[in-house]
């Protein structure tokens, strides 16, 4: 019994230190986070080659994008033979004077683990400089790992031996723990990497982007400024003409000329939206985040929209006091004006109503305050409603609301800019609800 | 009628880059039967050298300018900051004549002394309308 026991430690002992080795491994992996390679496999060839009981040990990748064979640590090797190896002789796996009888090469190229338990009976090849600074006569077996990640095998561990090996099971089962434990490390931070390779690349798309955006709001800005130009040129030439010729104009020829003078018309309108809408997306800078009184501005807007409120025969309701809200003035008001003027123009009641209410609802963010400015008019039909933000959108024709189309793209952009947002409740012939956020006046 | 006359022959330094607008406003001036003569620059450089030229020969300054904003080489409001800023072209006074809608543009033409903030219309009757107000108002500038 005692003499079981003794004849048994030893082998337990070696078990044992085995499991310490693969401790440490581990623990050193799990700390690197980086794809600081050559710091895992130093701290990792040393535990590792010294429990197998291998005499010379070389961790070797395939860097991409020649496939060179690169040798990120050694065990029993100078550190002169991993600097000559990697940038001298700079081999690749298509180098000629590569073999895939080299045991390395053999398990990545196969992706399995390459044992040979004795090098007299196999064939097998090394690299001069392997041969020079080992003297491969010496070498009795050799194990080989790869290291595979994602299906593709990136590099392998290779253990040579003095002594010849009979790598039973648990030799084999040790040999490859560790393996697993290198190659999930390699894994994780090639993950990673990935991850922050995607995370650079998401931001510079960002980045661009912003800049695209950038231009094109200054080219509106720009273009509508400078076609403006010619258009007053031409207005301004068709008026001399039409004060000319008018009278020498025949019926159709009149006709003709009109519809030359309603174009040039509609196109002014247009470039007028379009430059209302580069406004609303240029920063004035300094007045983007005003105190904006509603109440004060509210009264402005009526006392703008007089005419257009008496010819309609409209009214406009709303609650006594207002809250503040933060924004450029200007802007602020085009939303309301828009809004309000859209409610009492698309209506065909006796009398159009507007009525503004605030709509404090508790999915706003906190520093988002809700409006609705609800109408008696038209309404718009259910398959529209995704249409009348865009740019342009008319849902009638020039003959029954004039128009280009442009305010409700204007208000959207100009509450985009307040990350703001705005939607419709609406239904044909039943009047619409606008509801939209304005930042809040913090105290 | 003297001060009738006097008006006719108001003379005028338009800065104006636009050909066509140069023209509007010579058309406008014609068919309203005003007659004005015209000096002409088209850049902003070439009507401060201009009023050098006219200051330095000791000629006699035009009684009106008429400023676009938009110039090549040195803009309409520069073109303004010079003019109201040097003592002996200060006194003339200065319209700026301008196709701009920039609330902006029309603040600094007058913090940097413009008599009048005109916006160019587009039809040739407001032309009319306008070069006959200019005209007729000179003297009050």
């Known amino acids: ?443 | 009628m003297n001060a009738e006359l006097k008006l006719k022959m108001l003379d005028i330094l338009l800065v104006e880059d636009n050909p066509d607008d140069v023209l509007l406003t010579e058309l406008a001036i014609k068919e309203s039967n005003i007659q004005g003569s015209f000096t002409l620059a088209n850049n902003g450089k070439a009507a401060l050298e201009i009023l050098n030229d006219i200051v330095s020969t000791g000629e006699k300054l035009p009684d009106l300018i008429l400023l676009d904003i938009n110039l090549p080489k040195v803009n309409g409001l520069e073109v303004l900051k010079e003019i109201k800023s040097n003592k002996s072209t200060s006194i003339i006074p200065t319209i700026v004549f301008t196709s701009s809608d920039a609330m902006s543009d029309m603040r600094s033409s007058y913090e940097n002394g413009a008599e009048l903030y005109i916006r160019k219309p587009n039809n040739i009757q407001e032309y009319k309308k306008i070069m006959k107000y200019i005209v007729e108002n000179s003297f009050r500038f």
């Open chain 1, 1 to 443: 019994m005692n003499c079981e026991l003794k004849l048994k430690t030893p082998s337990l002992e070696k078990t044992l230190k085995k499991l310490k080795a693969i401790e440490d491994i581990s623990y050193a992996c799990s700390n690197l986070f980086t794809s600081d390679m050559p710091t895992v496999s130093e701290k990792v060839m040393k535990p590792f080659c010294e429990l197998a009981g291998c005499d010379v040990g070389v961790f070797m990748l395939l860097k991409k994008p020649q496939e060179q064979i690169y040798i990120i640590s050694t065990y029993g090797l100078s550190q002169t033979f991993i600097e000559t190896y990697n940038t001298k002789l700079k081999y690749t796996i298509h180098s000629e004077d590569v073999s895939e009888y080299w045991p390395s090469l053999r398990s990545v190229l196969r992706k399995q683990i390459v044992l040979i338990k004795d090098t007299t009976t196999r064939k097998v090849e090394y690299s001069k400089l392997f041969r020079n600074s080992v003297g491969p006569e010496t070498i009795r077996s050799i194990a080989s790992v790869p290291i595979v990640v994602n299906n593709e095998a990136i590099g392998a561990i290779t253990l040579y031996y003095r002594k010849p090996q009979d790598f039973d099971d648990e030799e084999l089962s040790f040999i490859k723990a560790t393996t697993n434990i290198i190659t999930g490390t390699i894994e994780r931070n090639h993950l990673l990497e990935t991850a922050k390779k995607s995370e650079r690349e998401l931001a510079q798309a960002n980045e661009v982007l912003k800049h695209v955006n950038q231009e094109l709001d200054s080219f509106v800005y720009i273009a509508s400024h400078d076609l403006r130009e010619p258009l007053r040129t031409i207005e301004s030439f068709v008026s001399i003409v039409q004060d000319r010729m008018s009278k020498n104009l025949d019926k159709e020829n009149n006709d003709y000329f009109m519809r030359i003078v309603n174009a040039t018309r509609r196109m002014r309108k247009l470039i007028q939206d379009l430059t209302h809408l580069a406004r609303a997306t240029k920063d004035t800078k300094e007045k983007e985040r005003e105190v904006v009184d509603l109440n004060l501005l509210l009264n402005e807007i009526q006392f703008e929209l007089t005419a257009f409120i008496q010819n309609k025969n409209a009214e406009i309701i709303m609650p006594d006091k207002l809250p503040n809200v933060i924004g450029n003035k200007e802007k602020i008001t085009s939303v309301f004006k828009n809004l309000i003027a859209n409610g009492i123009k698309f209506n065909k009641s006796e009398k159009p109503r507007i009525i503004i209410t605030l709509d404090n609802d508790a999915n706003f963010d906190t520093d988002k305050i809700g409006f609705c400015i609800e109408d008696n008019g038209i309404g718009i039909e259910q398959e529209y409603q995704g249409k009348i933000f865009e740019l342009f959108q008319r849902l009638h024709s020039q003959d029954e609301y004039e128009g280009t189309g442009a305010g409700l793209a204007i208000v959207k952009k100009i509450l985009e800019k307040y990350n703001c947002e705005i939607c419709v409740e609406s239904d044909k012939g039943k009047g619409s609800k606008f509801y939209f956020t304005l930042p809040k006046e913090i105290n």
